[in-house]
């Protein structure tokens, strides 16, 4: 008997979570399990906000709903978290758009490199109309609810060696995540784009399987990985968009008042607790890692910019129309 790569996926995920997945076409009014899985470090902000999403929901539901968190990639990682939610072997995950463009490519806007001018840009985009389309876009073409869009923050470069101009990466094995867009950005600045999960990036940059990596400053401090990288570039190229999400055919079979109570939770989470938290994490983390690392605070940016007109071009021709009205709606969001 042979096994594809989804049936196994499913199969994992289905045992990882079958007390969780109860075969069910109406509103649950029993005991309702939810596993929540992520990638992140127990030290991350986004950890520690899905725990007080998990308690409030839990006493606002009387004890009815538990969240079962898995973090730090014990259950799934970035991209097989987002196909579990996808096959409905998991309920819910941290997430992020440029992952479900590997399966919906319009959704990669967002990953498109210096597309985000600030956070204040990012905000108007995330909550206004382009958002409600995003979020539209995922539960119709994926079966996957994005209960709250959010910010992660704008990557940086951590290298073994040193990077002040687009040139300077020709060459390296760059750590990328397995979103077209950020292979696609490492190849136009010469790099050699390697795409291996999160959780190994600190074993592949001692190793020198890869030179650098590009992450919030955040993930890098609280990862530790500044410990085999000597180097930090704030290029701030890619906004990173991360987002609290759930299977929608799991969401859909609980009762009303408990979606409600889902989804309001994860609003104020991600939009209350995290957006100003993420921000002064963010400077923070910067400012420790210049502490560790050898910082560029102020790289030749426009050599960067200069190297990124064929990302721009090949996704819209990849995605058309509907690429293109996303990218035209962010610019113009930023005049507004």
């Known amino acids: 008997m042979s096994f594809s790569r989804r049936s196994v996926l499913s199969y994992a995920a289905g045992a990882a979570s079958a007390m969780a997945l109860p075969s069910v076409t109406r509103a649950q009014a029993g005991p309702i399990n939810l596993v929540f899985s992520h990638h992140l470090p127990i030290t991350h902000i986004g950890h520690k906000a899905a725990e007080g999403f998990a308690n409030r929901v839990k006493a606002q539901t009387n004890g009815q709903v538990t969240v079962d968190i898995k973090p730090a990639s014990q259950l799934f990682n970035l991209r097989t978290s987002a196909e579990a939610l996808q096959l409905g072997t998991l309920d819910m995950c941290w997430s992020d758009l440029g992952t479900l463009a590997n399966w919906t490519p319009s959704l990669g806007f967002v990953s498109l490199p210096f597309l985000f001018n600030d956070f204040d840009h990012v905000q108007r985009v995330l909550y206004g109309p382009i958002g409600k389309q995003v979020g539209d876009l995922a539960k119709d073409s994926l079966g996957v609810e994005i209960l709250s869009l959010g910010a992660?923050?704008?990557?940086?470069?951590?290298?073994?060696?040193?990077?002040?101009?687009a040139d300077d990466a020709r060459g390296i094995r760059l750590r990328v995540p397995e979103i077209p867009t950020w292979v696609e950005m490492a190849k136009a600045m010469g790099a050699n784009p390697s795409p291996i999960p999160a959780g190994e990036m600190y074993t592949a940059l001692q190793t020198g399987v890869v030179d650098a990596v590009e992450l919030p400053a955040d993930y890098i401090v609280t990862s530790k990985l500044y410990e085999v990288a000597s180097f930090a570039?704030?290029?701030?190229?890619?906004?990173?968009?991360?987002?609290?999400?759930?299977?929608?055919?799991?969401m859909a079979t609980f009762p009303a008042n408990?979606?409600?109570v889902i989804r309001d939770n994860a609003v104020q989470a991600v939009q209350t607790e995290m957006w100003n938290a993420n921000i002064k994490e963010q400077q923070d983390a910067w400012a420790e890692l210049a502490r560790r690392v050898k910082a560029f605070d102020a790289p030749d940016i426009a050599s960067f910019r200069n190297k990124m007109g064929p990302v721009h071009t090949n996704f819209i021709g990849k995605t058309g129309a509907k690429g293109k009205a996303f990218v035209e709606a962010v610019q113009a969001a930023a005049k507004a």
């Open 258 to 260: 408990v979606q409600k």
């Open 233 to 250: 570039t704030k290029t701030h190229h890619i906004f990173t968009e991360v987002s609290m999400m759930a299977s929608a055919k799991r």
């Open 152 to 165: 992660s923050g704008f990557r940086v470069f951590l290298s073994k060696k040193p990077i002040q101009k």
